[in-house]
């Protein structure tokens, strides 16, 4: 396990629950004034990256929609490669993670012009955000937004010429839980000291409450601070955790923005749970790509709790189910995400779809998944990616994204009938029409014979009456394994409350668990994580047992 000072979900559980009914009670943001009316007329005139009538846009108008993953890179400032690997995953966008020198060792201008450059040449929009404010006023280490914005002044001369790629987000959730009122003013003056040094860039700014701004200061304040930047070049950014487990909370704080005409991305969110609460991962996703708005999914690797990386240990290969579902799930960043036209990508001139793929056919079909596969699309620019949609009666519902003519769906149910399709895509974001259907029966539900299989059990987290637990699943084999289905025994009475990464039965002290869509498939020596809170008694020992399909695992 590798020892980090990643940010902090920081929200006391009485805390949390005080919160959560407060949110929906916020104050709504107004919506905006002539003062901010004149700003984003000013910003429109921006050079580089600017914000338009509450968008975030490219110099040359392309609204621009961050996909992209955060980067500890002064964590580990060896894990340069990480950049490429971002970029390969088909994101357009990383935050990195930097340090003024408060808290951390401090990255020096030529680390920081180094960084930009890789950036550029991964062809990646790069936000650079100094994370030694993190959660001021109540983490006594934290340091302040002035400090912050003093590092950014001697960053200058690397970062003047660099608006097209670069956006600076001030300082990392710059205010804890303690009198979060506090946050505004400090931030309009980080705001201003910029500006007034002749900073042109688009500037981020991070919520209080550990950037969850759960008592809504950033949300009433917005319009405020948004008029104190004289260009207008100012988004914000919500962090998204254990406070947004609900699909109203997730909904009604984002809309609150973009009804204002106010910029925001979702610049940080988790989907794993935590003894706070669940987050709505899914309904973060696809409200991000209903309103067009940017998200960064925490963190890349090298979190000091494991559930957060999205891969492991750095390794591209290895995903977690986390970063399955951040890359591969819907409207995730293979799905949704498109290069900046900067660097060539996104083709705003283009406005003719690709011609319909081919029509599809099933291969491997086992209990609970399919591999489909189709003659290529063709395109007057290029094909960038492939969306395969399952079609029941008048409705279709995207289940999987490929970047290539083929796709393993999973999470399907054991015989039963389906009907799937495919829609290809163009890098300017145009759509074909649908190909023909084929139709697929799934086998019977008898396990996949013959597997080899791993499992390692441990506990992540404990507390007076709970605890969260987390199981890696491990093949063994040289084949792949498709569908799959995990069996073990609780001792000591424990259950289990709140899962992810599959769905959890418990029959007395036997638990059942089957796949989500994105942990189904197990490639040949590779792994998935499941996890769950569960309460307990004061006894919690592990289960020393576990069944993958009806074959018995060894334990890791």
């Known amino acids: 396990m590798r020892t980090t000072g990643r940010t902090k979900r920081k929200s006391p559980v009485t805390v949390v629950l005080t919160a959560l009914a407060a949110l929906l009670g916020l104050v709504v943001v107004g919506a905006p004034g002539p003062a901010a009316a004149q700003a984003r007329e000013a910003g429109a005139l921006a050079t580089g990256l600017h914000i338009g009538d509450g968008r ?41 993670v930097l340090s003024d020198g408060h808290r951390w060792s401090k990255n020096s201008p030529a680390d920081v012009a180094s960084i930009v450059d890789q950036c550029k040449t991964n062809r990646l929009i790069c936000v650079l955000e100094v994370h030694d404010t993190t959660g001021y006023g109540e983490d006594a280490a934290a340091g302040t937004l002035d400090h912050a914005a003093d590092y950014w002044l001697g960053l200058q001369s690397v970062l003047t010429g660099e608006e ?33 040094a002749g900073f042109g860039h688009t500037i981020m700014v991070d919520a209080p409450n550990w950037g969850q701004d ?66 709505d991962e899914n309904t973060m996703m696809a409200t991000a790509q209903q309103l067009k708005l940017g998200y960064l999914a925490w963190s890349w690797s090298g979190n000091t709790d494991p ?61 609970t998944s399919a591999t489909l596969s189709w003659t290529a699309a063709t395109d007057n620019v290029g094909v960038a ?37 495919v829609y290809a895509r163009d890098a300017a974001g145009n759509r074909s029409a649908r190909s023909a259907t084929v139709a697929v029966v799934t ?19 404990d507390w007076p009456g709970g605890f969260q637990g987390e199981i890696i699943i491990r093949n063994t084999a040289t084949t792949a394994i498709n569908g799959w289905t995990l069996g073990f025994s609780f001792a000591d009475g424990q259950k289990v409350s709140h899962a992810w990464g599959g769905s959890f039965t418990q029959n007395g002290g036997a638990v059942t668990v089957v796949p989500a869509s994105y942990t189904s498939a197990i490639p040949a020596g590779g792994s998935v994580t499941v996890g769950f809170n569960g309460t307990r008694g004061a006894t919690n020992t592990a289960p020393t047992g576990f069944t993958l399909s009806g074959t018995a695992c060894a334990t890791a």
């Open 307 to 367: 559930i957060l990386d999205l891969t492991i240990d750095f390794d591209p290969t290895r995903l977690s189910s986390w970063g399955e579902r951040i890359f591969n799930g819907v409207n995730g960043i293979a799905q949704t995400s498109r290069e900046a036209t900067v660097f060539g990508g996104g083709e705003p001139g283009d406005t003719e779809a690709p011609r319909a793929p081919g029509t599809p056919t099933a291969s491997a079909v086992t209990a």
């Open 56 to 96: 975030l846009l490219e110099a040359n108008g392309n609204d621009f929609v961050m996909r992209g993953v955060n980067h500890a890179h002064t964590w580990y400032p060896g894990e340069t490669q990480s950049l490429a690997d971002i970029k390969a995953t088909g994101a357009n966008t990383v935050r990195v």
């Open 443 to 461: 086998d019977k539900g008898t396990g996949t014979p013959g597997a080899a299989c791993s499992v390692g059990y441990r506990v992540v987290g």
């Open 164 to 196: 097209n790629y670069v956006i600076i987000n001030i300082g990392n959730e710059p205010w804890g839980n303690t009198n979060p009122e506090g946050w505004t003013a400090p931030t309009i003056s980080a705001v201003k000291k910029l500006r007034t």
């Open 214 to 279: 759960w008592q809504g200061v950033m949300r009433a304040n917005a319009q405020t601070v948004y008029d104190a930047d004289p260009t207008g070049n100012l988004i914000f950014s919500i962090h998204m955790y254990s406070v947004y487990n609900t699909a109203d909370k997730v909904t009604d704080y984002l809309n609150a923005f973009v009804d204002a005409g106010l910029p925001i991305l979702i610049g940080e969110f988790g989907g794993p749970a935590d003894q706070y609460g669940d987050p």
């Open 385 to 421: 990616g492939y969306d395969v949609v399952r079609i029941s009666g008048g409705s279709e519902t995207t289940v999987a994204a490929s970047s290539t003519n083929s796709v393993t769906v999973s999470g399907l149910t054991a015989e039963t009938s389906y009907t799937f399709a």
